[in-house]
């Protein structure tokens, strides 16, 4: 038998259910739905540069969580430029890398927008590189003027892999198996619930060589190797910054204030002209090591590993991206 008390718990529930449609939205946090704002983390001449940090895996793939939503890095990103386009002042960008790289099209998104965005504003466009700046985050830094990485960097990891699972041992453990009609015999390729042909793997290396020579032909494009050097980023390994100056892939190795000052240098700014973020809320004692645009909520969802969009061709360093795949 149930007591008053949980009776009354019970009956506030229900009433709770039942006009929760219609009850004024009590909103804790920041979120996508918030616009971004301007502000500025010193200087006070004219001329600004604007900081844009891209922090994370590199995805198309906007976050809803249970009581906040976060956009896509790329929304974010393009947001971002957008915004900075309507402004007169904005003339250096400083994009503030830290990431292992995410999937080949976002990759590619972010390079074209960032591309297109000097080209209708003669921005300059300086990238710093903070822990890592591998696969996906050097792809996206090929568009800057100049690129600068921390001397603790690891870069590098220029090439594709195509990731998928495989439960065919699991499923035979189990005794189970899938079943499939297809209208081409390669209409199921890649299918985690059975083995990969010969033909099959071939055509997916085929696919996956193809997407390496595009990222090797963009760095020869903007950082002009000699053969001897294309070869040798071209088995996707890593760097630290020493290394990748010695191998041409950044121009020098500092800090993020020496960043700072280059991008002002370029643009032809003075040393005390604004450094300003968007952001969608305002940080006490703000600078720029800030990652973020907006204050989180408690997370309340699943891990980010567990609800992954599954396979797919990645420019990304697989053992640096935990459990962000």
């Known amino acids: 038998m149930f007591s008053r008390q949980h009776l009354i718990i019970l009956i506030a529930l229900a009433l709770l259910l039942t006009i929760g449609c219609a009850a004024p939205q009590i909103k804790l946090f920041t979120d996508a ?3 971004l704002k301007e502000f500025t983390l010193s200087g006070m001449e004219k ?9 994370g895996i590199i995805s198309n793939h906007p976050s809803e969580k ?16 957008r915004m900075a386009e309507k402004d007169d002042e ?9 990431t292992p790289g995410g999937t080949t099209t976002a990759s590619d998104i972010l390079y074209h927008e960032l591309m297109a965005y000097k080209k209708r504003t003669g921005t300059k466009v300086v990238a710093a590189m903070m822990d890592l700046a591998t696969s996906g985050g050097y792809y996206v830094s090929l568009p800057a003027d100049f690129i600068l990485a921390h001397p603790t960097t690891v870069t590098g990891s220029i090439g594709v892999v195509y990731m998928r699972p495989n439960l065919t041992g699991f499923m035979n453990k189990l005794g189970l198996e899938m079943q499939v009609n297809k209208s081409g015999e390669n209409k199921d390729m890649g299918s985690p619930f059975r083995q990969t042909t010969e033909e099959e793997q071939k055509i997916l290396q085929d696919l996956t060589d193809e997407l390496g020579k595009r990222f090797v032909h963009l760095v020869d494009k903007h950082r002009r190797l000699d053969k001897k050097t294309l070869t040798n980023i071209s088995t996707a390994r890593v760097y630290l910054a020493g290394k990748a100056l010695e ?5 020098q190795i500092g800090y993020l204030n ?14 005390n002209a604004k450094v300003v973020v968007y952001r969608r809320t305002k940080y006490p004692n703000d600078n720029l090591y800030n990652p973020t645009t907006y204050r989180y909520g408690p997370d309340l969802s699943l891990p980010e590993v567990l609800t992954s969009k599954g396979a797919g061709f990645y420019y990304i360093w697989p053992s640096a991206a935990g459990g962000g795949m």
């Open 66 to 81: 249970f009581i906040r939503s976060k956009p896509s890095m790329v929304q974010e990103i393009v947001s971002q430029l």
């Open 47 to 55: 001329g600004k540069v604007l900081v844009i940090p891209i922090s």
């Open 258 to 271: 020496d960043a700072l000052s280059k991008a002002k240098d370029l643009a032809g700014l003075s040393k």
């Open 90 to 98: 904005i003339q250096a960008v400083l994009l503030k890398i830290n």
């Open 247 to 251: 191998e041409g892939l950044v121009d």
């Open 33 to 35: 739905a918030d616009p």
